[in-house]
C-alpha cells in the first residue's frame, strides 16, 4: 500500500513520493520523463484540441484520470520493466499496456462509453504521455485529479464534504458507535469492489456478537504491523475480512498450489476466492511464501482465523497468522455506496 509518513520524514512513502515530484516537476525539461511497470500516472490537458490529445481520449485515456501501467514493451514487442532501460532515442517508442485504477473506474467507463473491463489494457505509446503524464503524487496532478472525480461523481464528493464539515459531537458518535468505511482495496472483491462504502456499527463486544462466515472490521495485529512497518499502518487502522475460523478449530492448513485454506478437511467457508484479477506484479506470493498461517494445528481461545474473499491479492491470516479476538472491533450494517449496489443483506 501507499502509506502517508515515514521516517526520516520526506524520503519514504507519500509524503517522500510528493516530495520527489515536486522535485521532478521543478527540474523542467532537464530529464526526460519516464515509466515503469506498475507506476500509477495522471495525464493531464494538453493543448486543447491537438492531435496528440485526441488521441489519447480515442483510447479512453483523460486528464486527470489515475492509470496504472501494468505492463510494458520496446517497439517491438519485447517485455520490460522501466523505459530506463532503453536508449533515449526509443523511449517514445516504447508501449504502455494502462488500466485505470479501481473497479468503480471501471464501471464508470463501461456505463459511460461501454468500455468493459475485458477490453482493457489499453496500449499507448510512451510518446503521447511523456509531455503530459505525472505521478499522484505530483502537486500539479491535484486540480485535474479533482476536475475529473467531480465530473464522473459529484454525488459522492459532495456527501464526503458534507461529512467533513458535520459537527464535532457527531464526528464522536461515529469515531465510537456507528461510521463509514469506504473499501480501499480489492482483497475482499467480488462481494465489496473497491470505492464501496459500508455503514458499520461498533458497538462492545462486537466479536460475541460475530459468527462463522461473518465479515468484520479489525485492528491490525502486531504480526501484520511487523510486516507493514509502522510508517504504512498504524495501529488504528481498519481492515476487513471474513471470519473462516474460531477459537478450537484445528488443523487449518494452506494449500501451496491453489493458496487455499482448508481446516479440519473442508475448505474454508465464503464464496469462491478465485473471481477477481491477480495483481500484476503477484506480490503476495512473497509474503505468503513466509506466512505464520500456512499450517496451525489448532487456534487458541482468543484466536480466530480471517481471510479476504479475493485469494490472490488479499493480506490475511495466511500472512500474518491468527487474530486476536479483541481486535475485532466492527460490523457491517448495510452497503450504502454505490446506490446500485445498496444491500442490507448480510455480506
Not at 506498475?38 to 486528464?63: A, C, D, N, R
Not at 505525472?134 to 456527501?159: G, I
Not at 473497491?194 to 456478537?209: H, I, N, S
Amino acid at each position: 500500500g501507499e502509506s502517508m509518513f515515514a521516517r526520516p520524514l520526506g524520503t519514504k512513502g507519500a509524503i517522500g513520493a510528493m516530495w520527489r515530484s515536486a522535485f521532478e516537476a521543478a527540474k523542467g525539461d532537464e530529464e526526460e520523463r519516464t515509466f515503469r511497470v506498475g507506476e500509477v500516472i495522471v495525464p493531464v490537458h494538453q493543448l486543447k484540441g491537438s492531435k496528440e490529445q485526441k488521441e489519447l481520449e480515442t483510447s479512453f485515456v483523460y486528464p486527470g484520470t489515475d492509470y496504472r501501467i501494468m505492463t510494458m514493451t520496446d517497439r517491438h514487442g519485447n517485455p520490460i520493466f522501466s523505459t530506463k532501460s532503453l536508449p533515449k532515442e526509443e523511449r517514445k517508442h516504447a508501449r504502455l499496456a494502462l488500466r485505470p485504477c479501481g473497479w468503480k473506474l471501471h464501471q464508470q467507463f463501461w456505463r459511460k462509453n461501454g468500455k468493459r473491463i475485458s477490453d482493457w489494457p489499453e496500449e499507448i505509446q510512451a510518446g503521447l504521455l511523456a509531455p503530459s503524464a505525472l505521478t499522484r503524487f505530483n502537486p500539479r496532478a491535484t486540480l485535474p485529479r479533482f476536475a475529473s472525480a467531480f465530473a464522473r461523481d459529484s454525488v459522492s464528493l459532495a456527501a464526503a464534504l458534507a461529512v467533513a464539515v458535520a459537527p464535532i459531537p457527531l464526528a464522536f458518535i461515529g469515531r465510537n458507535f456507528v461510521s463509514l468505511y469506504a473499501i480501499p482495496s480489492a482483497s475482499m472483491e467480488p462481494t465489496l469492489l473497491r470505492g464501496d462504502v459500508l455503514l458499520v456499527e461498533k458497538l462492545p463486544q462486537t466479536f460475541q456478537r460475530s459468527k462463522r462466515g461473518d465479515v468484520v472490521l479489525f485492528r491490525p495485529p502486531q504480526s501484520l504491523l511487523d510486516i507493514t512497518g509502522p510508517s504504512a499502518v498504524s495501529s488504528n487502522s481498519l481492515f476487513v475480512k471474513r471470519i473462516v475460523a474460531l477459537p478450537g478449530d484445528k488443523d487449518i492448513v494452506m494449500d501451496g498450489e491453489s493458496q487455499d485454506v482448508w481446516i479440519g478437511g473442508k475448505k474454508a467457508i465464503g464464496p469462491d476466492r478465485g473471481l477477481c484479477e491477480d495483481e500484476p506484479l503477484r506480490l503476495i506470493d512473497r509474503l505468503l511464501k513466509d506466512g505464520k498461517g500456512k499450517s496451525i494445528s489448532e487456534l487458541g481461545d482468543d484466536d480466530v482465523y480471517v481471510l479476504g474473499d479475493c485469494k490472490a491479492v488479499s493480506v490475511d491470516s495466511r500472512v500474518f497468522g491468527v487474530l486476536p479476538k479483541q481486535n475485532v472491533v466492527g460490523k457491517p450494517l448495510a452497503r450504502i455506496w454505490p446506490p446500485l449496489r445498496f444491500s442490507a443483506d448480510p455480506l
